[in-house]
């Protein structure tokens, strides 16, 4: 009975916790090679029908009278087809999907809380705009830029600013 390292055979798991494997090897090259080429492809299509709806947007928003609800449903399409892509190339590419569910959670909850914030500080910072525009007679905030000093301004009657 020799006591030498033999690698061909390799432990694949721990006898206490049988799911957590400690060879993380293809099953083969042409397998991985497969799944590699097949997530491209799908990664691919559902780019290029983001790129479809986009396209459909920016012609809505050149019409006439632009259609709000349909414009926010494809949105909402996007992020969903943004999502998607980001979970494909996560789980096959940084191979998160061979990973235990513990640890998965544990990459996931954080990014959840992550996206909860986001949206929070933007809904936060809409309220703070909107609740100054409608109670600071002084200050109205505008998406469009201001005029340059060198163009010539449209001549418009002034508001009393209350500070003469």
């Known amino acids: 009975m020799s006591s030498h390292y033999d690698p061909t055979k390799s432990v694949s ?17 042409a397998t991985f090679r497969k799944k590699v080429k097949k997530t491209t492809i799908l990664l691919s299509v559902i780019t290029v029908i983001e790129l479809v709806i986009g396209l459909a947007i920016y ?7 632009p259609s709000e609800l349909l414009v926010l449903m494809f949105k909402g399409v996007v992020c969903i087809l943004t999502l998607a892509k ?8 940084m191979h998160l999907g061979d990973e235990i569910r513990n640890m998965i959670m544990t990459i996931v909850v954080p990014l959840m809380l992550f996206i ?5 500080f933007v809904a936060d910072g ?7 525009n409608q109670y600071d007679p002084y200050f109205k905030e505008s998406t469009m830029p201001s005029k340059h000093h060198g163009e ?3 001549a418009a009657p002034a508001e009393k600013s209350g500070k003469e």
């Open 59 to 65: 012609n809505i928003h050149k019409g006439a009278n």
């Open 86 to 93: 980001a979970f494909y190339i996560v789980s096959v590419f």
């Open 126 to 132: 809409n309220s703070y705009k909107n609740l100054r």
């Open 13 to 29: 798991s721990s006898a206490a916790y049988p799911e957590v494997s400690f060879h993380h090897g293809h099953a083969d090259d």
């Open 152 to 154: 010539k301004h449209e």
């Open 116 to 120: 909860w914030f986001i949206i929070a």
